[in-house]
């Protein structure tokens, strides 16, 4: 088992992890500051209507594409 820090990974350890078929883990503190993005990006959403590229836009050429709050549910996997 290893566990994913905000520390760096070396490819070389990558390369190891994917040829062992380790199985990997997010750490605690690394969890907590993809929860505090979310959180940071979900008051932004609901504050603004402006676009924030690839928040409320598509990416590439579905930039023209929109999103809101209550559309981009369908599109979570957290």
């Known amino acids: 088992m290893h566990i994913i820090t905000s520390n760096p990974l070396s490819l070389l350890r990558l ?3 994917v ?7 997010l750490s605690d503190e690394l969890f ?3 929860q505090n ?3 940071y990006l979900d008051q932004k959403i609901e504050a603004s209507s402006d676009p924030i590229y690839g928040i409320k836009t598509g990416f ?3 930039l ?3 999103y809101t709050l209550k559309t981009s549910q369908n ?3 957290i």
């Open 64 to 66: 023209r594409c929109r």
């Open 75 to 77: 599109y979570k996997r």
């Open 37 to 39: 993005s979310r959180d």
């Open 32 to 34: 907590q500051k993809i």
């Open 19 to 25: 040829v062992e078929g380790s199985s990997i883990e």
């Open 60 to 62: 590439g050429s579905l």
């Open 15 to 17: 390369k190891t992890l």
